[in-house]
């Protein structure tokens, strides 16, 4: 059964910090690329970050460029989400996501997401 555990959310002001995490069980967390995407409310989930197995190459969307940074940690079956210099517009539930080859064809897995709050 797959299960994506994300953490670290919280309130923070404007140019501040926060590391995400997502903890992954249920498959086998090293050969599969992982991704992080938010919600922010009246929006749709955007594409925010991905990292590839096993070589770790990461790719981010335009808006998070140069200030986010994902990592994986196949020892613990983990990825991280590493957000500086956050602004107001960051605000979102962040979700962990990965996309799966099931025996009808692939599939997204998600998180229950965590909520990143930018606020002075």
């Known amino acids: 059964q797959v299960q994506l555990v994300e953490s670290g959310g919280g309130l923070v002001q404007p140019g501040g910090s926060l590391r995400l995490s997502c903890a992954a069980s249920?498959?086998?967390?090293?050969?599969?690329?992982m991704r992080w995407f938010r919600q922010a409310p009246g929006k749709e989930r955007e594409f925010v970050a991905t990292?590839?197995?096993?070589?770790?190459?990461?790719n981010y969307a335009d808006s998070v460029k140069g200030r986010f940074t994902i990592s994986r940690d196949n020892t613990k079956n983990a990825i991280y989400l590493q957000m500086n210099s956050l602004k107001p517009e960051d605000t979102a539930v962040y979700y962990c996501?990965?996309?799966?080859?099931?025996?009808?064809?692939?599939?997204?897995?998600w998180g229950q997401g965590t909520q990143v709050t930018v606020s002075s």
């Open positions: 996501s990965v996309n799966l080859w099931t025996g009808t064809g692939p599939k997204d897995y």
């Open positions: 249920g498959f086998t967390f090293n050969n599969e690329a």
């Open positions: 990292i590839t197995a096993p070589t770790s190459i990461t």
